[in-house]
């Protein structure tokens, strides 16, 4: 599998290992809550209203979190093994479902927290063919039950939806849709009210989603910068988790505090004119979600080619996908930032038209893309995508591979492709 150890990224930066050690203070706290003292909890989505929780104060275990979290602890290959003995195709897709083959394996002696107990419900999009039965059998494994959300279809085909997002978001995501979210959002309060006893109060959101916007927008200031800066000063290996574990605490004190504090470090950097690789010669894009098992890739072309990863999805999509005018709409602001999360991410013409435009925007190289095999939704917009940015002068390599499944991945190998790529296309 690895001709060499997966790597732990390098921290150049105080307020990550802040981050980090919050995180881990989090999970601990969250199994207190929910395992020793049996609290209420939801399983969901990363494209889901957390919001609606987080004004409930119910905890939430997030999907897409737990999966990493597996993940980086290498146990991957072992419960995706149990799903095949289960019957399950060894092509089932991976990312979404890492927690569902982890319940199944049924092993409390290697599972995080002894595996996961029973939730409240479990929430997700209806963004894929496959989110369904995921969430729907693992509801059934678990002994509670599914509450899907709808992804209607979304006319509104603007490729600059980022330029328009915060003002104008009633027609970006379109009146309808933004409608039908809320309607739903309204279902899922009331089922929470009743399974739980607590009360949703829609000024408490108000204050969040203001807060949200606080937050978002220091780390979009970040991106720009960032974007902006030569040589970058903080490789995508340090902006992901201070981008991402602020945003699974969106609107906490917490996380606006540490947003600020990662925007003056960036611009600290930038001042003093340190970059992530002391010879920075090549600005990377990486597209797709992180490559949990190995964090350490990001930063391994960094002093042999100067190459650095300048740009990821997660940081600079705070900016158009989360700041919102709230006009006195809390619920429907909400509604317009979740409906089209995962489409503006990995389908045309949403994807292809935000990705060049920040490909330009931060004077990027070359790209490097992630295609999951056994992934249908985040293989949608993929191909448009390499064809825009190869169009804008942006080469692209697609690999194979995956974001959780560990198996399919060689450090050194996925090295060597990237270093030859840019080398073939007379870049390094
Ligand atoms: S195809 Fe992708 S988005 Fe859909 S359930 Fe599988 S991993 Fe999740």
């Not at 809550?33 to 957390?50: C, L, N, S």
């Not at 970006?172 to 929470?192: H, T």
């Not at 909400?334 to 935000?354: D, F, I, K």
């Amino acid at each position: 599998m690895n001709s060499s150890e997966n790597q732990r990224s390098r921290k150049t930066l105080a307020c990550t290992a802040e981050a980090t050690a919050f995180q881990k203070r989090f999970g601990q706290d969250l199994r207190r809550r929910v395992i020793d003292e049996g609290e209420p909890f939801a399983i969901v989505q990363a494209d889901t209203p957390h919001e609606i929780f987080h004004a409930m104060d119910i905890p939430i275990i997030t999907n897409q979190w737990w999966s990493a979290y597996i993940s980086a602890k290498q146990l991957s290959s072992r419960y995706f093994d149990a799903m095949v003995e289960a019957g399950y195709p060894a092509n089932s897709c991976k990312y979404c479902s890492l927690g569902l083959a982890c319940t199944l394996a049924n092993e409390p002696e290697t599972a995080p927290w002894g595996g996961l107990p029973t939730p409240t419900v479990l929430v997700a999009r209806l963004t894929c063919d496959c989110i369904q039965q995921v969430f729907g059998q693992w509801s059934q494994a678990l002994g509670s039950e599914f509450f899907p959300i709808e992804a209607p279809a979304w006319e509104d085909k603007d490729p600059d939806w980022f330029a328009h997002s915060k003002s104008d978001w009633e027609r970006v995501y379109q009146p309808d849709r933004i409608a039908q979210m809320v309607r739903e959002m309204r279902d899922l309060i009331s089922l929470l009210e009743n399974r739980t006893g607590r009360k949703f109060e829609e000024a408490r959101l108000h204050h969040l989603m203001e807060q949200i916007n606080v937050q978002e927008g220091f780390i979009w200031e970040a991106a720009q910068a960032i974007g902006a800066a030569r040589p970058c000063p903080v490789s995508i290996a340090e902006q992901m988790p201070n981008t991402m574990i602020p945003q699974w605490h969106r609107g906490s004190d917490w996380a606006v505090a540490h947003a600020r504090k990662f925007r003056d470090e960036v611009l600290e950097r930038i001042a003093e004119g340190k970059g992530a690789a002391s010879n920075e010669k090549l600005r990377l894009m990486w597209i797709g979600a992180g490559v949990w098992h190995d964090p350490g890739f990001y930063q391994s072309m960094e002093e042999s080619l100067g190459a650095v990863f300048v740009w990821s999805m997660y940081m600079p999509f705070a900016g158009p996908a989360y700041i919102r005018d709230i006009k006195g709409k809390p619920m429907e602001a909400l509604a317009s930032r979740v409906a089209s999360m995962n489409e503006t991410l990995h389908l045309p013409p949403w994807m292809n038209g935000w990705m060049t435009a920040e490909a330009a925007r931060c004077g990027i190289d070359a790209a490097v893309m992630l295609l999951p095999p056994d992934n249908r939704l985040s293989q949608s917009g993929t191909k448009l995508t390499a064809i825009a940015l190869e169009a804008a002068g942006v080469p692209v390599l697609m690999i194979d591979a995956d974001m959780v499944d560990a198996k399919i991945w060689d450090h050194d190998r996925m090295v060597a492709m990237v270093s030859g790529f840019l080398a073939e296309r007379g870049l390094a």
